[in-house]
């Protein structure tokens, strides 16, 4: 029997290096891994896997439709994972044509491509619980309307219509996951998360060594979030990806924390023992006389998803998925990691 083959984009982001790491231990399966062209290195996730037989890198771009159709045609993939976007909310306001054109046109490129040329390959596109956006009622299911609240948001629910439409139109097996925040020590370092974990790292070892530091600056740090492990979702979306149907769902771990929660978790690991005060753009934390964390509105953004919480009971009935990995134990994880490597 032939060796499958999975085709994943968004390689050296957090989910792709995560996918391609879990489907090399799970399957047998040979890994090719999209990247785009980029001026400096940027393999970071994945240097690991470079010298592995089974899995290689391609050249592609999702805004270059040439080079996803060539891609598929060469490869004739079995799977095509979709994990490439401009993935940053906070940019979708900057640059919006941009995130428009890869996270939602770019799901066109991939669909025209397998239409065309492996018409049976399963296709994954990665959604997000920012379609969902300002939410009716919690926590959400897969009933909920979209009701995006930035341009990212916009872009991912037209990708959403598209994959059905294609599924629908070509009976192809096509699906968009309703993933909810999943972080890692891979995380991006603009992401809330890695931010936190990382500078709050670098002010931990300057208060060691008695140097100064400059405050850590937020936004919102009473918007709530869903937070999960990234590895626990790689896992479900290869079994949404392996289902007799196409189905879609959410994955969520169920619980939601404000920012805030997520940065006194991080500060009780670092072991800093301050005090909250005063309150809105004067809010800070202080430890030592120092201010540590402090608000600054550059962070806010236009509009804000002020709440999210996953209901995942489909994917865990229909699926057989759990999240494994707890938010104390992620957040733990994170801020080790960003200490260890200081
Ligand atoms: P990420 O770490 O930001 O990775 C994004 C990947 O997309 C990077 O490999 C990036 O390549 C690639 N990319 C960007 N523009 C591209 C283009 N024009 N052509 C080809 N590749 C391009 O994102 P992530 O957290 O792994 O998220 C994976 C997917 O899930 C994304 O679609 C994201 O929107 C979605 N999602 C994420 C979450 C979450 O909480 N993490 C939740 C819901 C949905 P470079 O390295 O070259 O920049
Ligand atoms: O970490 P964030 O930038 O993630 P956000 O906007 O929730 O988006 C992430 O999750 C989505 C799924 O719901 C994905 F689709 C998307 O690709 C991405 O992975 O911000 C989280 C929250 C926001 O409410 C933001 O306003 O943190 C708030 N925040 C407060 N201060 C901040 C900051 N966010 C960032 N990035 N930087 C700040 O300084």
């Known amino acids: 029997m032939m060796t499958k083959k999975v085709l994943i984009t968004g390689v050296t982001g957090q989910d792709g290096s995560y996918m391609a790491d879990f489907l090399l231990e799970e399957t047998d399966f040979q890994i090719f891994g999209m990247v785009r062209r980029t001026s400096t290195n940027n393999n970071k996730n994945i240097t690991h896997l470079l010298n592995n037989p089974r899995f290689k890198l391609v050249t592609g771009d999702l805004t270059d439709s040439q080079?996803?159709?060539n891609i598929v045609r060469e490869i004739q993939p079995d799977y095509f994972i979709n994990l490439a976007a401009q993935s940053f909310v906070g940019a979708s306001w900057q640059i919006p044509e941009q995130t428009f054109d890869i996270d939602a046109v770019g799901v066109i490129r991939c669909l025209e491509a397998i239409r065309k040329h492996a018409?049976?390959?399963r296709f994954y596109n990665a959604g997000s619980s920012e379609e969902l956006g300002n939410v009716d009622y919690s926590p959400q299911d897969e009933k909920h309307p979209l009701k995006p609240r930035s341009p990212y948001g916009a872009a991912k629910a037209a990708a959403r219509h598209i994959v059905k439409v294609?599924?629908?139109?070509y009976n192809l097996f096509a699906i968009q996951g309703l993933l909810y925040n999943h972080e890692s020590p891979r995380r991006g370092e603009e992401f809330v998360t890695r931010k936190i974990t990382k500078q709050l790292a670098q002010i931990k070892k300057s208060i060691e060594e008695n140097i100064d530091?400059?405050?850590?600056?937020l936004g919102n740090i009473y918007a709530k979030r869903d937070w999960s492990h990234a590895k626990d979702f790689v896992k479900g979306i290869w079994l949404m990806l392996n289902q007799k149907?196409?189905?879609e769902y959410i994955l969520a771990s169920g619980k939601t924390y404000t920012v805030k929660d997520f940065i006194n978790k991080s500060l009780e690991f670092f072991d800093i023992n301050g005090i909250w005060i005063k309150e809105g753009l004067e809010e800070k934390f202080i430890y030592q006389n120092k201010i540590l964390i402090e608000i600054n509105p550059e962070f806010y953004r236009p509009a804000e998803v002020d709440l999210l919480l996953g209901n995942a009971n489909n994917a865990k009935?229909?699926?057989?998925?759990?999240?494994?990995?707890?938010?104390?134990?992620?957040?733990?994880e994170m801020s080790k990691n960003d200490l260890m490597n200081m």
């Open 67 to 69: 080079s996803i159709d």
């Open 119 to 121: 018409p049976n390959c």
């Open 166 to 169: 294609y599924r629908e139109s």
């Open 213 to 217: 530091f400059k405050p850590l600056q």
């Open 245 to 247: 149907k196409p189905m």
């Open 317 to 332: 009935k229909i699926l057989n998925w759990t999240p494994q990995i707890s938010f104390s134990d992620l957040v733990k």
